[in-house]
């Protein structure tokens, strides 16, 4: 009997994974002597008072979670000011993303963002084998949204514009005008990802009053201290629920622990408004005008949890690099296509961590051959 041909398992799988890149996050060594992480834009401060006691206080641990999130659902509804029929939540933001993604896209649909933003979105379009359409911001300093330009990219196929504001990585809100624009001209669903809408100050919601195809998507993971807990919601039109809630994964894919944490944190908004958003905007000014103080280095103005800084070189990936050796993590965008080679992003963390930073990142750009 003859062998049969060595089976390639890989051959199985579909064209659309093949083709997308996978996200290398920052490598942290194991045991390494520090670390200072900005390079995530999480919360240096972690759960409120009320969350760090629920999840102490959490045994109920053989139960399944509610199917629907009810109680998480029941606290956001208020805080959003949306009926709870029209929140969905999943394990963070890109869950709800990817059950939005599940919802509307085919091989061959089409997504419009404006970059450079959030990768995540046109990751999960190619996936499902959809064309992601780039209507790129206006160049640096202002990263402005181009509404008429978004409007004109809308063809046939496409199902969904994703607006990021405030915009990550470069920081900046748009003008709500610009934004209600797209929404009241575009013949497909419009998503607001507000994931650092706490630090801004500001949301879109109240677009979905006015208009019946607008979602706004946010994470509990930034302001709230809770990546680890991986929670995300979302507030969508009442005609699309019954469909979203058929693509969306029993218990929305929520542990009871994360839901309790959740349901916790927003009961502490007013600790987490002034202990932590607080605080974070106060340090985010000060590191601001300390990377300022670096000749040549430019931060862009930020009303997130994270500033987006232009080095005085070429490519910052060098910079980057040495500040990791150094235990220090910053995100780099080395994707030409992108237009920030020489950026990189830092999140604000704590002043100690921020003088930390900055003598690396000076003493990084001193360095011998870095600049060139
Ligand atoms: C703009 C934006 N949307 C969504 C997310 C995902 O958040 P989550 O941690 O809730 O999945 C992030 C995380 O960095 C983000 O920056």
Same mark, same amino acid.
């Given at each position: 009997?003859?062998?049969?041909?060595?089976?390639?398992?890989?051959?199985?799988?579909?064209?659309?994974?093949?083709?997308?890149?996978?996200?290398?996050?920052?490598?942290?060594?194991?045991?390494?002597?520090?670390?200072?992480?900005?390079?995530?834009?999480?919360?240096?401060?972690?759960?409120?008072?009320?969350?760090?006691?629920?999840?102490?206080?959490?045994?109920?641990?053989?139960? %399944?979670?509610?199917?629907?999130?009810?109680?998480?659902?029941?606290?956001?509804?208020?805080?959003?000011?949306?009926?709870?029929?029209?929140?969905?939540?999943?394990?963070?933001?890109?869950?709800?993303?990817?059950?939005?993604?599940?919802?509307?896209?085919?091989?061959?649909?089409?997504?419009?963002?404006?970059?450079?933003?959030?990768?995540? %979105?046109?990751?999960?379009?190619?996936?499902?084998?959809?064309?992601?359409?780039?209507?790129?911001?206006?160049?640096?300093?202002?990263?402005?949204?181009?509404?008429?330009?978004?409007?004109?990219?809308?063809?046939?196929?496409?199902?969904?514009?994703?607006?990021?504001?405030?915009?990550?990585?470069?920081?900046?809100?748009? =003008?709500?005008?610009?934004?209600?624009?797209?929404?009241?001209?575009?013949?497909?669903?419009?998503?607001?990802?507000?994931? %650092?809408?706490?630090?801004?100050?500001?949301?879109?919601?109240?677009?979905?009053?006015?208009? =019946?195809?607008?979602?706004?998507?946010?994470?509990?993971?930034?302001?709230?201290?809770?990546?680890?807990?991986?929670?995300? %919601?979302?507030?969508?039109?009442?005609?699309?629920?019954?469909?979203?809630?058929?693509?969306?994964?029993?218990?929305?894919?929520?542990?009871?622990?994360?839901?309790?944490?959740?349901?916790?944190?927003?009961?502490?908004?007013?600790?987490?408004?002034?202990?932590?958003?607080?605080?974070?905007?106060?340090?985010?000014?000060?590191?601001?005008?300390?990377?300022?103080?670096?000749?040549?280095?430019?931060?862009?103005?930020?009303?997130?949890?994270?500033?987006?800084?232009?080095?005085?070189?070429?490519?910052?990936?060098?910079?980057?690099?040495?500040?990791?050796?150094?235990?220090?993590?910053?995100?780099?965008?080395?994707?030409?296509?992108?237009?920030?080679?020489?950026?990189?992003?830092?999140?604000?963390?704590?002043?100690?961590?921020?003088?930390?930073?900055?003598?690396?990142?000076?003493?990084?750009?001193?360095?011998?051959?870095?600049?060139?």
């Amino acid at each position: 009997m003859t062998a049969p041909p060595a089976l390639d398992l890989t051959a199985l799988v579909r064209p659309a994974v093949h083709a997308i890149s996978s996200y290398i996050p920052a490598k942290v060594e194991p045991g390494a002597e520090r670390v200072i992480k900005l390079d995530m834009n999480e919360s240096p401060y972690g759960p409120s008072p009320r969350t760090r006691a629920a999840l102490a206080g959490f045994v109920a641990t053989q139960r %399944y979670p509610s199917f629907d999130a009810i109680e998480l659902r029941q606290h956001v509804a208020p805080y959003l000011g949306v009926p709870v029929e029209q929140v969905s939540a999943g394990a963070g933001l890109d869950d709800v993303l990817n059950n939005l993604m599940t919802l509307l896209i085919d091989p061959g649909d089409e997504i419009v963002i404006s970059e450079p933003t959030f990768g995540v %979105y046109r990751a999960l379009a190619s996936l499902r084998g959809g064309v992601t359409v780039d209507v790129p911001l206006t160049p640096a300093p202002d990263f402005t949204l181009r509404p008429e330009a978004i409007l004109a990219a809308i063809g046939p196929r496409t199902k969904l514009v994703v607006i990021c504001d405030p915009n990550n990585p470069t920081g900046n809100p748009f =003008d709500p005008a610009a934004v209600e624009r797209v929404v009241a001209n575009a013949p497909c669903l419009v998503a607001i990802d507000e994931a %650092y809408a706490e630090f801004a100050g500001t949301t879109a919601i109240g677009l979905m009053a006015r208009h =019946d195809n607008v979602c706004v998507l946010r994470t509990m993971s930034k302001f709230a201290g809770l990546a680890g807990m991986r929670v995300g %919601y979302g507030a969508f039109p009442p005609a699309l629920m019954p469909l979203l809630w058929r693509v969306t994964p029993a218990f929305c894919n929520l542990s009871a622990a994360s839901q309790a944490a959740a349901v916790a944190s927003l009961a502490d908004l007013d600790y987490l408004r002034r202990e932590v958003v607080g605080r974070i905007v106060a340090d985010r000014d000060a590191l601001a005008a300390g990377l300022r103080s670096i000749p040549g280095v430019e931060p862009f103005p930020s009303v997130t949890n994270f500033i987006l800084a232009r080095l005085p070189v070429a490519g910052a990936g060098p910079v980057v690099a040495r500040l990791a050796a150094r235990g220090v993590h910053v995100r780099y965008f080395g994707n030409p296509a992108l237009g920030l080679r020489d950026c990189l992003r830092v999140s604000i963390g704590t002043p100690a961590e921020h003088a930390v930073f900055l003598d690396e990142l000076q003493a990084a750009l001193a360095a011998k051959g870095i600049a060139a």
